[in-house]
Each structure stands twice: as C-alpha cells, then as structure tokens.
C-alpha cells in the first residue's frame, strides 16, 4: 500500500523546499508558474527503528520499508477557491490520501511574503477557509444538479438522490459554520460516507500543518510548534514544525557530514524522520512485520484491520487461503531475544481470522492456496 499526501501552501511558503527535505530530491525551488505546472513527485521510506533492529536479528538478504508519496503542487493563492481552483490542481488535491500544508514561519527579506508579513496563524486560517470554499463550492454544484433531476425520479433511484440530497445538506451547514468536513463526516450512516467519498472533498481529509521556520528559529521551533498546536490541532489535524531549509541541506549529505553539521548547529536530531512517521500515523497506518533469512518486512494496514485483512495485504491468495496467523508483539520478540524462545516464554500465539493486528506484530500466515 503506498499512500500519496500533497504539499500545498501559499506561494513563498518553501514548499518545494520541504518537499527536497522529506524525499532528498534537487527540485528547483520557486518554479511554480502556474497551477498548470508539472508538480513534483517521490516516493520516501518511512523510518522504522524496529525494522533496523529486526533485521540485524534475522540477517536477511533485503529489508523492505513502508513507504509514502509526496506530491508537491502549485501554490493555493488567496481567494482562489472562490474563483475556481483549476482542474488539474483541484484533481491533485482531490486524489491525496491527506495534504500536507507548509505554513511559512521563516523572515527572509529577498523573499517577501504574499500578504506583507509573516503570521503562521493567518496563513493556515487562510488555507483552511479555500479548501472549505472550494468543498462547498463542490457540494452546491451537485445540490443543484439534484434539484434539476429529483422530478423525474420515481422509486428507489428517487429515494437514492434524496438520501444523498440530505448527506449533502448535512456537509453544506458544517463549511458554512466553518467546521472541516474531517469533522462531521465518520458520524454519517456508513453507506452515505462511502457515497460522499468520491466527491473527494478537501477538508474531509487527514491534515498536516507543517510550520516551516528558519535557522535563527531553530531554539524556538518547540514553542512555535507548540503555539499553534493549542490553536489548530483538532481531529485528524496535527502540527509539526520542521527547518526545511536546514533539513534540505542535511538531507543532501551522506550520514557522516550529516552528523557533523547537525552537531555545528546543534541539532540533536533531524525533524525529517518524525514528520515522514507523522504522515504515515496521521493516515490512520500501522505497520506489521514479516521476517525469515530471505526478507524482513514493513507491511501498511489501517488501525482496527483483522489478521486475514493483513493477509491480504501481502496477497489476497493468503487471504483466500487463510488458516491461521502465527503471532509475536515485536516487544515480546525483543525481550525473548529469538523466535524459539518466544515460544518457551508464552508469548508466540496461534491467531484466527478475527484477531486484530497490533502495531509492530510479527506474523507468519499459514493457508491453503
């Protein structure tokens, strides 16, 4: 499963910049045109820890990460929704798993900010109010087209446009009280969920607020995150903060000269590496492991999925075929120190269809194909 999340924000905000930082590409920075423009796209391994340490246990011939898609789009300009984001930058948006919305915290005099000033605050209620404008804009436009057919209906189909006709209202009172979407649409009846997914509306989507500061900023990037945590964050929103000029430079260093110039500017760790972990755990992922002298691997499922949904993760054969799921907590393998002996100490387990997977779960599937 690779999941695709799309950096968006306002023109000069370092988007591309960051962009370069979480996936170590070159892309030139500052050459959106246009919202027509080409973005740029890379896929990333999501760091695991355990997956390092499972792999020196085993010593297998490869070890395969989770992985992430980040797609980098034109800037989303103030007032842009209310004119009509163009097709291909809305299709973008449209298609993300989540977005991703680099807020500009950084002064830099050669670059001056499109409102004049820098205020992190103002921006991301800025881009929180187009995507809700451009939703509602999508909304009303079916609401419309409804209302022009409801006539000629009769029976079921009828009963089907009105039953999405009243989803749809429902969605409409929550942009114009402005509460995203994200908020309100888990407490639909699941069939009108599954309908209104495929509008693929913007604000219904998981949402990264990413504040991009400067170097001088970096003693303070905490409390910046901080401030805007207790401001912004609310469900399926989480705020980070993160150097992307900084993390740029470091992410086109080999480890060595990496190291020495996080320790010149005193930078215990990299903020890259949590925030590509963010992306992955803001999409509702977990990871199981698979592990044997030929491959140790990452596996992505949802949160609440079940032992023959996994399965089906690595093929849907296993799924067909599934007997039973031998089972280990990554915890439990650490501590015993061997698989053999997590059977002595209790821990390995013998799992049916219904169990349901915990995060860092070791499984061996057994099946018939």
């Given at each position: 499963?690779?999941?695709?999340?799309v950096?968006?924000?306002?023109?000069?905000?370092?988007?591309?910049?960051?962009?370069?930082?979480?996936?170590?590409?070159?892309?030139?920075?500052?050459g959106?045109?246009?919202?027509?423009?080409?973005?740029?796209?890379?896929?990333?391994?999501?760091?695991?820890?355990?997956?390092?340490?499972?792999?020196e246990?085993?010593k297998?011939?490869r070890?395969v990460?989770?992985?992430?898609?980040?797609?980098?789009?034109?800037?989303?300009?103030?007032?842009?929704?209310?004119?009509g984001?163009s097709?291909?930058?809305?299709?973008?948006?449209?298609?993300?798993?989540?977005?991703?919305?680099?807020?500009?915290?950084?002064?830099d005099?050669n670059?001056?900010?499109?409102?004049?000033?820098?205020?992190?605050?103002?921006?991301?209620?800025t881009?929180?109010?187009?995507?809700?404008?451009?939703?509602?804009?999508?909304?009303?436009?079916?609401?419309?087209?409804?209302?022009?057919?409801?006539?000629?209906?009769?029976?079921?189909?009828?009963?089907?446009y009105?039953?999405?006709?009243?989803?749809?209202?429902?969605?409409?009172?929550?942009?114009?009280?402005?509460?995203?979407?994200?908020?309100?649409?888990?407490?639909?009846?699941?069939?009108?969920?599954?309908l209104?997914?495929?509008?693929?509306l913007?604000?219904?989507?998981?949402l990264?607020?990413?504040?991009?500061?400067?170097?001088?900023?970096?003693?303070?990037?905490?409390?910046?995150?901080?401030r805007?945590i207790?401001?912004?964050?609310?469900?399926?929103?989480?705020v980070?903060?993160?150097?992307?000029?900084?993390e740029?430079?470091?992410?086109?260093?080999?480890?060595?000269?990496?190291?020495?110039?996080?320790?010149?500017?005193?930078?215990?760790?990299?903020?890259?590496?949590?925030?590509?972990?963010?992306?992955?755990?803001?999409?509702?992922?977990?990871?199981f492991?698979?592990?044997?002298?030929?491959?140790?691997?990452?596996?992505?499922?949802?949160?609440g999925?079940?032992?023959?949904?996994?399965?089906?993760?690595?093929?849907?054969d296993?799924?067909?075929?599934f007997?039973?799921?031998?089972?280990v907590?990554?915890?439990?393998l650490?501590?015993?120190?061997?698989m053999?002996?997590?059977?002595?100490?209790?821990t390995?387990?013998?799992?049916?269809?219904?169990?349901?997977?915990?995060?860092?779960?070791?499984i061996?599937?057994?099946?018939?194909?």
């Open positions: 499963m690779t999941t695709k999340l950096i968006l924000g306002l023109p000069s905000s370092g988007k591309t910049t960051v962009f370069n930082a979480l996936t170590r590409s070159d892309a030139p920075t500052g959106f045109s246009s919202a027509a423009d080409e973005p740029n796209l890379a896929t990333v391994k999501v760091p695991d820890p355990r997956l390092d340490l499972l792999t246990m085993f297998p011939q070890k990460q989770a992985d992430v898609q980040y797609l980098d789009v034109a800037g989303v300009g103030k007032g842009m929704a209310e004119k984001m097709g291909q930058l809305l299709g973008h948006l449209a298609q993300a798993d989540a977005l991703v919305h680099v807020v500009r915290a950084f002064e005099p670059l001056p900010h499109p409102e004049g000033a820098v205020d992190p605050a103002r921006d991301i209620e881009i929180n109010l187009e995507l809700m404008f451009s939703d509602l804009a999508i909304i009303e436009k079916r609401l419309q087209r409804i209302a022009a057919q409801l006539p000629k209906m009769r029976g079921a189909e009828r009963e089907a009105e039953r999405e006709q009243a989803a749809l209202e429902t969605l409409k009172q929550a942009l114009e009280s402005e509460t995203p979407l994200r908020e309100v649409v888990e407490a639909l009846d699941p069939e009108d969920y599954k209104l997914r495929g509008f693929g913007l604000t219904a989507k998981p990264l607020v990413l504040v991009n500061v400067g170097e001088n900023q970096i003693g303070e990037a905490e409390q910046i995150e901080q805007l207790e401001q912004f964050a609310r469900p399926g929103v989480q980070a903060a993160l150097a992307g000029k900084i740029a430079e470091i992410a086109a260093l080999d480890d060595e000269d990496a190291a020495t110039f996080m320790e010149d500017l005193g930078i215990a760790e990299s903020s890259r590496d949590r925030v590509i972990r963010l992306s992955f755990s803001l999409l509702g992922l977990m990871t492991f698979t592990v044997g002298p030929d491959e140790c691997r990452a596996w992505t499922i949802h949160r999925e079940t032992a023959v949904e996994a399965a089906g993760a690595i093929h849907t296993i799924q067909r075929g007997i039973r799921a031998e089972v907590g990554y915890d439990d650490i501590a015993a120190g061997s053999a002996e997590t059977k002595k100490h209790g390995f387990r013998r799992e049916g269809k219904t169990y349901v997977v915990q995060d860092g779960d070791i061996n599937f057994l099946f018939n194909i």
